[in-house]
């Protein structure tokens, strides 16, 4: 990030990393300030847990070179195992112990005397509304539970830098308000936070700063704020069931948004960014659209998601390694303006890390890999 100051509590320059064939990181630079929180956002396979899994000692980087509080990750990894707290994709809790003793043991990790680890785990059970559910076995929680569980343990130690590795991936609402909620509250406190996510609100809620990974580089950068600019803000979005009309249908629409509307024929889908005009341009469409005797279907404002950014940044849909997302369901837009991103800075390029855990205690776990 360009604010970033001497002294970034992570520094990262061309990171690289390969597994076989696949190149994960092909040469990723980040600086995230003390005290801030940083969203790396990306699709599936973008390569933002091998960025995570090498900033927390978990993996070898094969080039470049990345800091955590100064220390360096490949010769100084048991300093940063020692600052740092990891909540990975997949929760790293013991399923058979309870919610208690998951967070006593890590504090008996850290050295803490019985009597700390268990006032340490106490706080932490009340902080995460956990305190009634602390005698029973971790298995016996739900999704979100066992997250909240593993955010816990991960601050067992105070750490000063978090990584947190899609916290809110598979919870429902309530329970990923929840988490925002958590996660701002240890941004407030001033822990230095590198959260990833596939999506553009939760950066959006949660992120001092974004960058935009794909395929293993950093495709832009910048607040939220800007990145929404570039994609045009809100999002008008309609299906025009008669294929023929398509034209029709963007030139009505063309003057309505800010932006250039983008069309895929192939679905009969029409998007164009409106800015922070929201109801104003829908109406303005409806009645644009009216007056060209155009069929429509679905006619609604959204938020802009991951996929407007990246229609937005590079004209084409989030991919994952060269195919259409199928998990997040709008692989039908295809093509579409490229260069929209100019203004923007072109890109240059379930194991929790903490003192005891690190060491080999969970070697099994590898949550690399799609
Ligand atoms: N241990 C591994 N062995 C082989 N390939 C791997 C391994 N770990 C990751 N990869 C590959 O590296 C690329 C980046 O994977 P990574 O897990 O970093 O992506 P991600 O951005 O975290 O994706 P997701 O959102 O699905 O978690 C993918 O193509 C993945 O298949
Ligand atoms: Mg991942």
Redesign the pocket.
């Known amino acids: 990030m360009s604010e970033a100051g001497p002294d970034p509590a992570i520094a990262v320059e061309g990171l690289t990393k390969s597994f076989g064939q696949v190149r994960a990181l092909r040469g990723i630079d980040l600086s995230v300030p003390r005290g801030s929180v940083l969203g790396v956002l990306g699709p599936?396979g973008a390569g933002?847990?091998?960025a995570?899994r090498i900033l927390t000692t978990l993996l070898a980087p094969d080039g470049g070179r990345a800091t955590v509080n100064g220390y360096d990750v490949v010769r100084h990894a048991a300093a940063v195992r020692r600052s740092i707290g990891l909540s990975g994709?997949a929760p790293a809790i013991q399923e058979e112990l309870t919610g208690r003793e998951n967070l006593e043991i890590i504090g008996r990790l850290y050295h803490l005397s019985w009597a700390e680890a268990r006032s340490r785990a106490g706080e932490l059970l009340e902080q995460f509304d956990l305190t009634e559910a602390a005698r029973r076995p971790a298995k016996t929680y739900s999704g979100g539970m066992q997250r909240r569980l593993d955010l816990a343990a991960s601050l067992v130690g105070r750490p000063s830098v978090l990584f947190l590795?899609?916290p809110t991936t598979g919870l429902d609402p309530r329970s990923r308000l929840g988490m925002w909620d958590i996660i701002r509250s240890l941004a407030a406190s001033g822990t230095t936070i590198l959260l990833?996510t596939q999506y553009l609100d939760e950066a959006d809620e949660l992120a001092d700063a974004i960058v935009v990974i794909d395929h293993g580089r950093v495709i832009a950068e910048g607040t939220a704020e800007q990145l929404k600019s570039r994609i045009g803000g809100d999002v008008l979005e309609f299906t025009v069931p008669d294929r023929a009309r398509l034209g029709d249908a963007v030139a009505a629409v063309k003057r309505v948004g800010g932006a250039e509307p983008h069309a895929d024929a192939e679905a009969g889908l029409i998007t164009v960014g409106v800015g922070s005009r929201g109801s104003e341009a829908l109406i303005e469409a409806v009645r644009a659209l009216d007056g060209a005797g155009v069929t429509t279907r679905g006619l609604a404002l959204r938020r802009p998601s991951l996929d407007d950014v990246f229609l937005a940044l590079t004209g084409h849909a989030a991919e994952e390694d060269g195919q259409p997302p199928g998990r997040r369901g709008r692989g039908r837009r295809a093509g579409g303006p490229g260069g929209r991103a100019a203004g923007w800075q072109d890109g240059r390029g379930g194991e929790r890390q903490l003192a005891g855990r690190a060491a080999g205690r969970r070697p099994g776990i590898d949550?690399?890999g799609e």
């Open positions: 599936n933002k847990t091998t995570v994709q590795d899609e990833t949550q690399g």
